[in-house]
């Protein structure tokens, strides 16, 4: 990652704003799931969030002056199915035989995981003290959520680690890849992909399509699919460009924070000493994992705006 004054700016800025819609997500998806089936709320929603950047590929197209380029459609596929249907279905299936409290403790794995893999895949050079910061971050995490809750290991509960596993492959592989486009059409294309696998499998399981009927909860659906999607991965892959694997995954630790907090001010809810001292926890590993960049690859993703 390059070390200038605005660069490091960008990189905080592009890591709190997707961290924080990130996070979003929870309260938001706690209202839609109200009113639609689970897998289906997925589909509509990345199907939704895929109508919202189509403008900005016509006008990016428009705008250019050079033929339609060729896209790396298997790259692109392999990036769909494992963030979007992968890290999502999982999840979402997982949470009909597990709580949500163990899911998102597991969910927060992905960036351990990512380490490991970028160890083993990548040979990245993780120092101990991002390692350290990491498992610290884990543990707040846990902390925030409430370690009692935990109790065995289910199916459900490798359900939802299977995502958080598919979600640090998606991670590597986008870090990793030489593919040359830009972050609009990377997020457009991986949506649409995993939003036809998601529901292929929604119509194999028999589970019926719904749309919310509230206007509550089509406001909920609407930030859930826009903002909190189209954005949140639109940045995630931003940032991924200007930092390493290891390094950006490790804030993916301050999505459940932000969740907590959001949480807290949508719905009333109490925080206690253990999340205090939780949010604590994350925020020492984060700053852990930040004083050591690892040694990744400088990106390959084209910068939004300079390859269609």
Known sequence: MPHSHYDAKRYWLLILAATFLFGSTFPSSKIVLSEMPPLWAAVARFLAASAGIAPILLWQRLRSSHAAPRRPWGML???GLLQTAGAMGFLNIGLRSTTPAKAAILMACTPLIV????????????????????????????????????????TGDALVLCGAACWAASTLVVKSSRIMVNVWVLTFWQMLVGSIFLALLAWAGGEAPALPHSE??????????????????????????????????GFLFLSPLFA?????????????????????????????????????RPPQTAAAGNKI
Not at 117 to 144: D, T
Not at 216 to 232: D, E, I, K, N, Q
Request: aromatic share 10%.
């Open 77 to 79: 596929a392999l990036i």
């Open 115 to 154: 380490a490991l893999l970028s160890r083993l895949a990548l040979k990245e050079k993780i120092h101990p003290l991002a390692g350290m910061g990491l498992i610290m971050a884990f543990f707040g995490v846990a902390m925030c959520i409430g370690l009692n809750k935990l109790d065995g290991f289910g």
């Open 216 to 249: 509550r909860v089509w406001m909920a659906f609407l930030w859930l699919a826009l903002p909190a999607t189209t954005g949140a991965m639109a940045l995630w892959f931003m940032a991924l460009e200007l930092g390493g694997a290891v390094r950006t995954s």
């Open 260 to 296: 907590t907090l959001i949480s807290f001010a949508a719905f009333g809810y109490s925080l206690s000493m253990h999340e205090l001292a939780g949010g604590v926890l994350i925020g020492i590993g984060i700053y852990l994992v930040s004083k050591r960049p690892d040694t990744a």
